[in-house]
């Protein structure tokens, strides 16, 4: 199954501050985005469901437990297809203690009716949340169940954006922001992402080479960027400090040009301070989706340390 995303605009946040009239004034409202994977959970009238990735791959199935179950109810339940961000695996799903969770955002098929995708994010959000949420009731039983792991994605109005951010991405580690339109069809959508980026200082430590069988196998695949680690000791009382530099990252991005002439001058460049940018530096000091950006001269390398790691990723003290 193949779910097409619909229409982005993605922006940074210094750009989100910084436009006039100011992009994120055009939307409704704002959700928090994961570091997971765009999931479509298809969920079937016989209890079992799918999650497929959005380039048709499949990523789970299963037959729906829940506890609800216990109870009797209509044979069939509402077969429909929602989307959400499904935490599988991923490093960010784990350190946020929620890896295997999918967080629904969007639903665009019930009881077999693809059209359901044509009313307003309004409409959709409201039977979703319904569904998700109020499955409880003494007079009917549920005509629709979901998975234990299943959760309603929060969503606050636009005016929330920048304590959202604050909140969700500053002090958490959040990827970003998704602001949306509540009048917007499926199909019509026009949502705007904000992600954070950042940048992050290294001291090339060699070169990767390029992929073997590729046009790129005789040049430079990638930089390896190390980052200095303080390691402390005692002989006696005395406290002996050092420092080791370690592989954290191998960072891509690269044009032909740099990769050739990388390639020409490798033992020129080894030890040097480069920077790298992303969208999101992780507690082992390595920066997801990571792409060079440049050599510097100003700044020595033994600056270059787990410092740099925000305090929201750090899971110990280096």
């Not at 959400?84 to 946020?96: A, C, L, N, R, V």
């Not at 191998?250 to 992303?278: C, I, P, S, W």
């Amino acid at each position: 199954m193949i779910i097409n995303r619909p229409k982005f605009k993605e922006i940074t946040y210094g750009e989100a501050m910084t436009e006039c009239p100011p992009a994120r004034m055009d939307y409704d409202v704002v959700e928090p985005k994961m570091d997971g994977i765009w999931g479509a959970m298809h969920i079937r009238k016989n209890k079992e469901y799918q999650i497929w990735s959005r380039t048709g791959k499949l990523k789970k199935e299963g037959k729906i437990t829940n506890k609800h179950f216990m109870i009797d109810y209509a044979k069939e339940i509402t077969e429909c297809v929602i989307l959400g961000e499904f935490m599988h695996g991923s490093h960010w799903g784990k350190k946020h203690n929620v890896d295997g969770k999918f967080f629904a955002f969007d639903m665009v098929m019930l009881d077999g009716d693809w059209d359901f995708c044509e009313n307003p994010l309004i409409t959709r959000r409201l039977i979703l949340k319904d569904k998700l949420e109020h499955i409880d009731d003494e007079e009917t039983a549920p005509t629709n169940l979901f998975p234990d792991f299943v959760e309603l994605n929060p969503q606050w109005d636009i005016k929330k954006w920048s304590d959202m951010w604050t909140e969700k991405v500053a002090n958490e580690g959040y990827e970003g922001v998704i602001l949306k339109k509540l009048d917007e069809s499926y199909m019509d959508a026009t949502w705007c992402k904000i992600k954070a980026r950042a940048d992050i200082d290294y001291v090339c430590m060699g070169f990767g080479d390029g992929h073997e069988g590729t046009k790129y196998e005789n040049t430079v695949g990638s930089i390896h960027g190390g980052l200095y680690k303080l390691n402390v000791k005692y002989e006696g009382e005395k406290e002996i400090r050092t420092k080791e530099l370690v592989d954290v990252c191998h960072v891509g991005g690269l044009n032909e040009t740099q990769r050739d002439f990388f390639n020409k001058n490798r033992d020129y460049f080894k030890g040097m301070v480069f920077t790298a940018h992303g969208y999101q530096i992780f507690e082992s000091g390595a920066i997801r989706h990571a792409k060079f950006k440049n050599f510097r001269t100003d700044k020595e390398p033994i600056k270059c340390d787990f410092s740099q790691v925000p305090i929201h990723s750090r899971g110990k003290t280096y």
